[in-house]
């Protein structure tokens, strides 16, 4: 990020019950107050040591662990031979479904298959300029693990944008985990999503047990080759903890979203979209209001306190209003862009004119994924519009992006020499292998260009 005048922050109160915490860019200690923001979404060390302990424990005791803790933290008395989903139960849910959500479930899984199939990686194969045939090719990842949350906000979506691109991918084995609740029960429009996917492997477990379960294994799931899918601030620790034992997709936490708004926004639109990533309740959620007005804040401010009075999780949304809402009032767009870049939200919606519209899709290079326009709320990316909405989060956009069908692959290169190649290849390797004084490396090329 390039070197700004920042400044403090004050309290402004609105109609807004609750002060916004809100930053101008020019004021002198700007950069230190947006740094100190964002971390507040770091991990603290009593949290990453309970995930510690618990990935320690399930290594160990396996079935035994994951049983107990599917017991404290979710209240389910699950046996081993109970985590496994029955395919009765996946048949039964999906019968269940209404016609309604049956339907918007086709049509969201068609808009995503369209749009991800564009990301199937292509085999090639070209000559070098030694005459050597090199390519590439794409392989699905053999065994893949699928995190769905599933607690006080059942994820059905999830389901989709996640096993869906497993699926275009031609990955062998998916296996699910997805928490129940206390008599051991998974939302119908989990499992009828799951089924509609022709998912079979689905295991009621949840949290870090289920991380640690996927990537350790246990007597009764098998351990998986990679990790996907976005969690709570325990579930994304136990993912980063685990990188190296398996892989991970990315780093996909709680919730954030970022507004970039003019004159020209919506207030009624900007606060419903704040509100509704708000909604999903850990406490840890960011969303970020940045408006080229003092004016723009108060009317976004007060519409949120307005529709506040008609939203049924009104008491969750104002925990994470009171903590993690942030306004930035800048002078013109060019800061908008530097803001956002720092930031690197995972969802970024743009309610600006048409032409600055285009110019900031082009700046902003570490959003997860950006909405353009008054009429493209963030939840039609949620649901519907055909990317993957498991995005990277806690400023991890600056080195991930959102989850793509190339993240179900591996790529292999295939290099092939022959006689006349490899000795129009040999004076190169002699000359690394005399830098590099890796002498046996040099003579492995030589040998096959002298004469018998």
């Given at each position: 990020m390039p070197r700004l005048l920042w400044g403090g922050s004050n309290r402004c109160r609105f109609t807004f019950s609750t002060a916004v915490r809100t930053l101008s860019y020019t004021d002198r200690n700007f950069a230190d107050e947006l740094a100190a923001f964002c971390r507040g979404s770091e991990v603290p060390r009593e949290l990453s040591a309970a995930?510690?302990?618990?990935?320690?424990?399930?290594?160990?005791?396996?079935?035994?662990a994951v049983a107990n803790y599917a017991a404290k933290f979710d209240g389910a008395k699950l046996r081993?031979?109970?985590?496994?989903?029955?395919?009765?139960?996946?048949a039964a849910a999906a019968k269940r479904l209404p016609p309604a959500e049956r339907k918007a479930m086709r049509e969201a899984h068609a808009s995503i298959v369209a749009f991800n199939r564009r990301g199937l990686g292509r085999a090639w194969s070209g000559r070098n300029r030694q005459g050597a045939q090199v390519g590439e090719?794409?392989?699905?990842?053999?065994?893949?693990?699928?995190?769905?949350?599933?607690?006080?906000?059942?994820?059905?979506?999830?389901?989709?944008?996640?096993?869906?691109?497993?699926?275009?991918?031609?990955?062998?084995?998916?296996?699910?985990?997805?928490?129940?609740?206390?008599?051991?029960?998974?939302?119908?429009g989990l499992l009828a999503a799951l089924h509609f996917l022709g998912i079979t492997e689905v295991y009621r477990i949840g949290g870090v047990h289920a991380i640690a379960a996927?990537?350790?294994?246990?007597?009764?799931?098998?351990?998986v080759d990679k990790i996907y899918g976005p969690g709570n601030a325990y579930v994304c620790e136990a993912k980063r903890q685990v990188f190296g034992t398996v892989g991970v997709d990315s780093l996909p936490g709680p919730s954030e979203v970022m507004i970039i708004a003019d004159e020209t926004a919506r207030p009624d639109f900007a606060a419903a979209d704040l509100l509704a990533q708000a909604e999903h309740g850990s406490g840890r959620e960011k969303i970020y209001l940045v408006a080229t007005s003092p004016a723009v804040v108060a009317a976004v401010a007060a519409e949120v306190e307005l529709?506040?009075?008609?939203?049924?999780?009104?008491?969750?949304?104002?925990?994470?209003?009171e903590t993690g809402f942030l306004a930035v009032v800048v002078g013109k767009l060019e800061e908008?862009?530097?803001?956002?870049?720092?930031?690197?939200?995972?969802?970024?919606?743009?309610?600006?004119?048409?032409?600055?519209?285009?110019?900031?899709?082009?700046?902003?290079?570490?959003?997860?994924?950006?909405?353009?326009?008054?009429?493209?709320?963030?939840?039609?990316?949620?649901?519907?519009?055909?990317?993957?909405?498991?995005?990277?989060?806690?400023?991890?956009?600056?080195?991930?992006?959102?989850?793509?069908?190339?993240?179900?692959?591996?790529?292999?290169?295939?290099?092939?020499?022959?006689?006349?190649?490899?000795?129009?290849?040999n004076k190169v390797v002699a000359a690394f292998a005399a830098m590099e004084q890796l002498d046996a490396h040099g003579r492995s090329v030589a040998v096959r260009v002298q004469k018998p």
């Amino acid at each position: 990020m390039p070197r700004l005048l920042w400044g403090g922050s004050n309290r402004c109160r609105f109609t807004f019950s609750t002060a916004v915490r809100t930053l101008s860019y020019t004021d002198r200690n700007f950069a230190d107050e947006l740094a100190a923001f964002c971390r507040g979404s770091e991990v603290p060390r009593e949290l990453s040591a309970a995930v510690t302990a618990i990935l320690a424990d399930v290594r160990a005791r396996g079935d035994l662990a994951v049983a107990n803790y599917a017991a404290k933290f979710d209240g389910a008395k699950l046996r081993s031979r109970e985590f496994l989903v029955s395919g009765a139960e996946l048949a039964a849910a999906a019968k269940r479904l209404p016609p309604a959500e049956r339907k918007a479930m086709r049509e969201a899984h068609a808009s995503i298959v369209a749009f991800n199939r564009r990301g199937l990686g292509r085999a090639w194969s070209g000559r070098n300029r030694q005459g050597a045939q090199v390519g590439e090719k794409y392989d699905p990842i053999r065994r893949v693990g699928l995190y769905v949350p599933g607690g006080q906000v059942p994820l059905v979506s999830t389901v989709l944008m996640t096993a869906s691109l497993a699926k275009i991918a031609g990955c062998p084995e998916i296996a699910v985990c997805t928490p129940s609740d206390s008599r051991g029960r998974v939302a119908d429009g989990l499992l009828a999503a799951l089924h509609f996917l022709g998912i079979t492997e689905v295991y009621r477990i949840g949290g870090v047990h289920a991380i640690a379960a996927m990537a350790y294994g246990t007597e009764s799931i098998p351990a998986v080759d990679k990790i996907y899918g976005p969690g709570n601030a325990y579930v994304c620790e136990a993912k980063r903890q685990v990188f190296g034992t398996v892989g991970v997709d990315s780093l996909p936490g709680p919730s954030e979203v970022m507004i970039i708004a003019d004159e020209t926004a919506r207030p009624d639109f900007a606060a419903a979209d704040l509100l509704a990533q708000a909604e999903h309740g850990s406490g840890r959620e960011k969303i970020y209001l940045v408006a080229t007005s003092p004016a723009v804040v108060a009317a976004v401010a007060a519409e949120v306190e307005l529709q506040l009075g008609v939203t049924p999780r009104a008491d969750k949304i104002r925990r994470v209003l009171e903590t993690g809402f942030l306004a930035v009032v800048v002078g013109k767009l060019e800061e908008a862009v530097a803001v956002a870049n720092y930031v690197a939200p995972e969802h970024l919606e743009l309610l600006v004119r048409e032409t600055p519209a285009r110019k900031l899709t082009r700046a902003i290079t570490t959003a997860g994924a950006i909405m353009v326009g008054n009429h493209t709320p963030t939840a039609l990316g949620d649901f519907t519009a055909g990317p993957s909405h498991v995005l990277p989060t806690g400023r991890t956009g600056r080195f991930f992006s959102g989850l793509r069908v190339a993240d179900f692959m591996r790529r292999t290169s295939i290099v092939r020499y022959d006689r006349a190649s490899v000795r129009a290849g040999n004076k190169v390797v002699a000359a690394f292998a005399a830098m590099e004084q890796l002498d046996a490396h040099g003579r492995s090329v030589a040998v096959r260009v002298q004469k018998p």
